[in-house]
């Protein structure tokens, strides 16, 4: 069974015992625009407990806001599950983000709470019928973003929904209409009541969505670029090359990430010259000062700590891949090893793109990655900690800058054997007993 056919199931199942029962939202949405929708969500006048009642299985997820999940059968690695929520509207919103309190209500009602006209539809998969109180097929139709009832009250609401307007914008290609772009400029500076992890949400979704350059444009075209990212407009009239200034280099950058660009990469070009706008000093302070910087925009933003050790060493390698062919194979190797290699090269192609130089130092990176074994990039090392303990070394700074010394000779190919590796670790030793 499909997420698809359970949908149209549990819809029937409430039919049956008489109630209203119909698809709502973003699945109704993508429907009509023929995309696979994440998930369907249900709408009804059954009442929270009458739905558990209903069905074998349920959770109750939110029973004072009328949700409650029902669980279907097992689908692969995981069950599916269809969100059934009550009719409703929302009362009150006093922290300008969440209702105060719901009110089980109408249908009508229930559309009138949703954000966008757009999703603000309900679909009954038996009828084949679109039951639409807010012109929302009109308006995706048109390809418009337009706020259901008043702009201003709508956003005043929820500081959520003004990052939602970008991102859905930009997702489906869709012009945001006049109200509702004005409104969205003037609560633009409001948006820091929404929490950091929710904030997060939606720019992982914005960048990551192949349109993220016109996501990024929406976001400055409406100053919410300032109180989400502050390090960002002081690129803007920061000087880089040929009359562009960083801001424009940025952008360019983005122009030219492949359409399925992660987060983390996303993220990375698009804070990769913060480190230049605040800095003066010698490039590679700069590199590490930017990825200092990225980690604490990380931290603010709560990133998992897999996105943020992704995006922090895409910054701080942005330029190791310069000069390739000149580089000593152990460098390359060691940045090769690295998971996030496919990464670090998409942004440094794109740099590269962006301001018209020659890639050559991704298209050899890419030619040795082909040519190069596992076995060449990562061998096993030729000498180990207990080697070193065995020559009655101890652990501490100078055991591991023989073993760095060490692995570095074995990857740039100047020893390939242990008996040399074990004269390579005496020579450094001995050498440093001498100077001590
Ligand atoms: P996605 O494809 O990203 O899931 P979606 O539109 O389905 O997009 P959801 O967060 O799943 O977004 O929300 C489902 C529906 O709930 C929306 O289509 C909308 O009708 C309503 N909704 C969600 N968030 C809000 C909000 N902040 N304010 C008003 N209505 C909302
Ligand atoms: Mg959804």
Redesign the pocket.
């Known amino acids: 069974m499909t997420e698809r056919e359970f949908a149209i199931n549990v819809v029937k199942r409430l039919q049956q015992e008489g109630y209203q029962a119909r698809w709502?939202?973003?699945?109704v949405?993508?429907e009509l625009l023929g995309l696979v929708?994440?998930?369907y969500?249900v709408a009804t006048d059954a009442r929270p407990e009458q739905v558990r009642q209903l069905f074998r299985r349920t959770i109750a997820v939110g029973m004072s806001f009328g949700v409650v999940e029902v669980i279907g059968p097992r689908e692969g690695d995981r069950n599916l599950v269809v969100q059934v929520a009550t009719f409703r509207s929302?009362v009150g919103y006093s922290d300008g983000r969440h209702p105060d309190t719901v009110v089980f209500s109408s249908p009508k009602e229930d559309a009138l709470?949703?954000?966008?006209t757009i999703?603000?539809m309900f679909f009954d998969p038996l009828r084949d019928e679109l039951i639409d109180y807010v012109g929302g097929r009109d308006d995706l139709r048109n390809k418009i973003l337009r706020a259901i009832g008043d702009p201003h009250q709508?956003f005043a609401?929820?500081k959520?929904?003004l990052l939602?307007a970008v991102?859905?914008a930009t997702?489906f290609e869709l012009e945001i209409e006049p109200a509702t772009a004005a409104a969205i400029r003037g609560m633009a500076d409001q948006i820091g009541v929404v929490s950091a992890e929710r904030i997060a949400d939606e720019l992982r979704?914005l960048l990551t969505d192949r349109h993220r350059v016109r996501g990024v444009r929406l976001l400055d075209e409406f100053e919410l670029i300032k109180p989400l990212l502050p390090e960002l407009p002081p690129l803007k009239n920061f000087p880089h090359q040929q009359g562009l200034d960083l801001w424009s280099h940025t952008i360019r950058t983005l122009e030219h990430l492949p359409a399925d660009a992660s987060f983390p990469l996303a993220l990375a070009a698009l804070l990769h010259e913060i480190g230049r706008a605040t800095l003066t000093e010698a490039q590679t302070l700069a590199e590490r000062k930017a990825g200092a910087l990225v980690a604490s925009i990380a931290d603010r933003l709560r990133l998992s700590n897999a996105e943020t050790e992704r995006m922090v060493w895409l910054i701080e390698n942005q330029h190791a891949l310069q000069n390739a062919p000149k580089s000593r194979p152990s460098k390359l190797k060691k940045l090769f090893i690295h998971p996030g290699i496919t990464e670090l090269l998409a942004l440094y192609r794109a740099e590269a793109l962006a301001d018209g130089t020659d890639a050559h130092d991704v298209a050899f990176c890419e030619q040795l990655l082909q040519t190069w074994t596992e076995n060449d990039i990562n061998p096993p090392p030729l000498l180990r900690g207990d080697d070193l303990i065995a020559l009655g070394l101890k652990p501490g700074p100078l055991f591991k800058e023989i073993l760095d010394t060490v692995r570095d000779a074995q990857l740039d190919c100047t020893i390939r054997a242990k008996a040399e590796a074990i004269a390579l670790a005496k020579r450094i030793l001995s050498d440093r007993e001498w100077h001590t």
Do not use: Q
């Open positions: 709502a939202g973003g699945c949405r993508d929708p994440k998930d969500d929302d709470r949703r954000d966008f999703n603000g709508r609401e929820d959520l929904r939602r991102r859905i997702r979704k």
